[in-house]
């Protein structure tokens, strides 16, 4: 199983898995992780091009970073996950959004695809020049900082939001 995955840049061609990776995370009443995925696709081309766009830099708000879009499939082409990577840190990221950002759709979770979707994404993190990448969760998601465990993850001390959230964060060299 594990051979076949790779990550994919948004493709206008995926657009009929994307829906129903989109309508699985809407479904399930969870939080959108990571922020991308928020995005309303009812105009797809125009959604895809926003992705790319942002990992050019162009258009993006003010105070935040480029940052790049791939999406985790399998062999059929399936959308299991997706990851979005921050070319650079801000304050905010430094604190609690880190250089990547990444979910897997509820069905597909427990599968090993998170630890697999990781690896994939530090290769494109080198790719960009970070050295050492900032992968950060909140305290109460175990089975995400199991995954940045499994994938070299360095703890390095918590961030606590507002409301008392923990995040906790770790370095990947």
Known sequence: MGNQLRLVKPVIDLEKEYFSFYQEWINSGEKMVPWVIQKDPTNFPEMVQFLHNSAKG???????????????VNED??????????????????????????GIRPSERRKGYATKLL????????????????????????????TILKNGGIPDSDYIEEDGNVIKRFWIE
């Open 77 to 102: 082409n399936r959308i299991l996950g997706v990851v979005n990577i921050r070319h650079q840190l801000t304050e905010l990221l430094l604190n609690s959004g880190g250089h990547i950002g990444y």
């Open 119 to 146: 690896a994939l994404s530090l290769e494109i993190t080198k790719e960009l020049g970070i050295r050492k990448a900032l992968v950060v969760c909140d305290e109460i998601n175990i089975a995400s900082a199991k």
């Open 58 to 72: 162009i258009g993006i708000k003010e105070g935040w970073v480029p940052d790049s879009t791939y999406w985790l």
